[in-house]
Antibody
């Protein structure tokens, strides 16, 4: 059973860059079947898709975040990462990394989530 | 991207069946059979319970079923149990944004 684990700072100040890493274990990150997503959830709110990255490094981002967003993949470490620049308090959320590929827009494996707070 | 529309809250009694709705547009639910449903307990990650409108992943109870009509998808939970009390989110592939989520329904067992 694949496992995903997010890591990164839990507290940032406005205007800083959020960097998160997801480590994938018990599964191949570049087997060509799956692609890797980031999804966030604000307190008491719904889920928001951030973007995903394919095994070849191609990315697709949410239009609302793409100007501040970049994702990368490190297959040697079985990790994929997210960088979100110029964060504001509106970026405060639980960030999940996830596996997709069973079907378009379907996540069949989730990390446990990491809480990110943006505060001055 | 615009979210899919779900009722904020729904309740039901043990043993009953309930249906949760998820309304989109002709650019997402109406255009593709790529609707998924997730169950989420407080402070836990979501869990996939339905994908491709009506398919269940391995290990998911057959008390959960999905369907679609036009721009609206539905999740039916039959034989309600206390353990079904959770938030439920729908999502769909979309031509305007690859991925759009519903706002979520908090389901309460009476």
């Amino acid at each position: 059973q694949v496992q995903l684990q997010e890591s990164g700072p839990g507290l940032l100040k406005p205007s800083q860059t959020l960097s998160l890493t997801c480590t994938v274990s018990r599964g191949f990150i570049n087997n060509g079947v799956y692609y890797w997503s980031w999804i966030r959830q604000k307190s008491g709110g719904g889920l928001e898709w951030i973007g995903y990255i394919f095994p070849n490094g191609a990315t697709t981002y949410s239009t609302s975040l793409e100007s501040r967003l970049s994702m990368s993949l490190d297959t040697s470490r079985s990790q994929f990462s997210l960088k979100l620049s110029s964060v504001t308090v509106a970026d405060t959320a639980v960030y999940y990394c996830a596996r997709s590929g069973l079907s378009p827009s379907t996540v069949d494996a989730w990390g446990r989530g990491t809480k990110v707070i943006v505060s001055s | 991207q615009s979210a899919l529309t779900q009722p904020a809250s729904v309740s039901g009694s043990p043993g009953q069946s309930i249906t949760l709705s998820c309304t989109g547009t002709s650019s997402d639910i109406g255009a593709y059979n790529f609707v998924s449903w997730y169950q989420q307990f407080p402070d836990k990650a979501p869990k996939l319970i339905i994908y491709d409108v009506s398919r269940r992943p391995s290990g998911i109870s057959d008390r959960f079923s999905g369907s679609k009509s036009g721009n609206t998808a539905s999740l039916t939970i039959s034989g309600l149990q206390a353990e079904d009390e959770a938030a439920y989110y729908c999502t769909s592939y979309s031509s305007t944004s690859p991925w759009v989520f519903g706002e979520g329904t908090k389901f309460t067992v009476l």
